[in-house]
């Protein structure tokens, strides 16, 4: 049950049993002071910077997320998507939950791009799905509704079934509908980890479907937040998460590890690949 998503120049194969597929992270101004100041004054200049740097570091897909306030994400979302697609050729994820933003900006993105996201929540289903299958995207779905996020497994596949079959009824393919099972922060919750993994060997096990998710929450208000990162990952990689949202500039290396323990890397090459690429000052020692 895989789907591709293209770019201009590359694809990204979403595909439960294939590789782990990397969406980069960086263009989102939540937490970035200089990249909110350069899209209130569109500077797409350092947008492009941010851009051509997650693909040297191993992205496959790249999300934009325009969310200042005060902005007119309407207006500015299309325009972000276009300079970021035209100068890396990559595959696009829209992320926004401003429908009206979604709906401008999905014809600014060529191929076939990802919306991120739609839930269970029925304002939700009715926004943006139709918006999914009007332009032949897929859609990551998270696991959550308006009762919020369900504290136990079963109850957040019992959501991604629910988006599922409304996405089903629109006739969007099972394949174009990622399944977030979602994280929140183990130093708030110690079982957040543990529900979040049982919640993906679930789904992978009842729906088959590929899954997402959100790589950095998991360690939100930890000291040392990358070792706490690259454990959850491999155990969420091992657990069948195959399309993780992260910085590839810092996790990269260790999703390739993983693919390659998981016998997903054919003679270590891709893992290989990636090690000779990175700068030398870069290179674990």
């Known amino acids: 049950m895989s789907t591709t998503l ?26 970035r002071k200089k990249l909110a100041e350069a899209l209130q004054r569109r500077d797409f200049d350092y947008v492009r910077e941010l851009a051509s740097k997650q693909v040297a570091a191993g992205a496959d897909i790249l999300d934009i997320n325009v969310g200042v306030p005060g902005i007119d994400d309407v207006a500015l979302l299309p325009e972000v998507v276009r300079a970021v697609a035209e100068s890396t050729g990559l595959p696009i994820c829209i992320d926004t939950p401003n429908a009206r933003a979604l709906a401008a900006a999905l014809p600014a993105a060529p191929g076939k791009p990802l919306v991120n996201s739609v839930n269970g929540e029925e ?20 696991a959550m509704d308006e009762h919020g996020i369900p504290k136990d497994p079963e109850s957040r596949v019992a959501v991604a079934e629910k988006i599922l079959e409304r996405a089903a009824r629109l006739g969007i393919p099972a394949g174009d509908v990622i399944i977030d ?62 399309c993780l949202i992260t910085d590839p500039s810092k996790l990269t290396l260790t999703i390739r590890a993983a693919d390659l323990i998981l016998g997903r890397d054919e003679y270590a090459m891709r893992y290989i690949q990636h090690f000779r690429s990175l700068p030398k000052e870069e290179k674990p020692s």
């Open 6 to 31: 293209k770019g201009t120049v590359r694809d990204a194969v979403l595909d439960p049993q294939g590789p782990v597929v990397i969406i980069g992270e960086k263009i989102n101004p939540t937490g």
């Open 123 to 142: 304002a939700s289903l009715q926004a943006v799905l139709p918006l999914v299958k009007e332009r032949g995207a897929a859609v990551i779905g998270l």
């Open 181 to 242: 099972p979602l994280v929140l922060t183990v130093g708030g919750d110690t079982q957040a980890g543990v529900v979040t993994l049982r919640t993906i060997e679930l789904l992978r096990r009842a729906l088959g479907v590929s899954i997402n998710l959100g790589a950095s929450n998991v360690s939100f208000g930890l000291p040392d937040r990358h070792t706490v990162n690259q454990a959850f990952l491999s155990l969420a990689i091992g657990a069948g998460a195959n």
